[in-house]
């Protein structure tokens, strides 16, 4: 089992930054995708950003790129999502996710789900 905590949602303008953390525990491995979705009312969960627990490797959605960054700190066993010049568009309860033994990852393939921080984005 794994458990993901996520933290660092809230309240912020149009154009400003948020963090979101999310810290792994349990029986965490570099075998770990990690990444981050989201979900906006009425709408379908979608893919933010992913990032390999061993190599770094990363990918983000085309809405998110140059924007938001993911990354990662092994020794914490915590990820990161840097979400700079925020939208409206961008407000979603925003959930980390892991999956077991896959470069990528989509809504089916998650074997983790964390509880999800809202992120609201007044414009």
């Known amino acids: 089992q794994v458990q993901l905590v996520e933290s660092g949602g809230g309240l912020v303008q149009a154009g400003g930054s948020l963090r979101l953390s999310c810290a792994a525990s349990?029986?965490?491995?570099?075998?770990?995708?990690m990444g981050w979705f989201r979900q906006a009312p009425g709408k379908e969960r979608e893919f933010v950003a992913s990032?390999?627990?061993?190599?770094?490797?990363?990918y983000s959605a085309d809405s998110v790129k140059g924007r938001f960054t993911i990354s990662r700190d092994n020794a914490k066993n915590t990820v990161y999502l840097q979400m700079n010049s925020l939208e409206a568009e961008d407000t979603a309860v925003y959930y980390c996710?892991?999956?077991?033994?896959?470069?990528?990852?989509?809504?089916?393939?998650?074997?983790?789900w964390g509880q999800g921080t809202q992120v609201t984005v007044s414009s």
């Open positions: 996710a892991a999956v077991y033994r896959r470069a990528t990852m989509d809504s089916r393939s998650v074997d983790y």
């Open positions: 349990g029986r965490t491995s570099i075998s770990y995708t």
């Open positions: 990032i390999r627990w061993n190599g770094g490797t990363t």
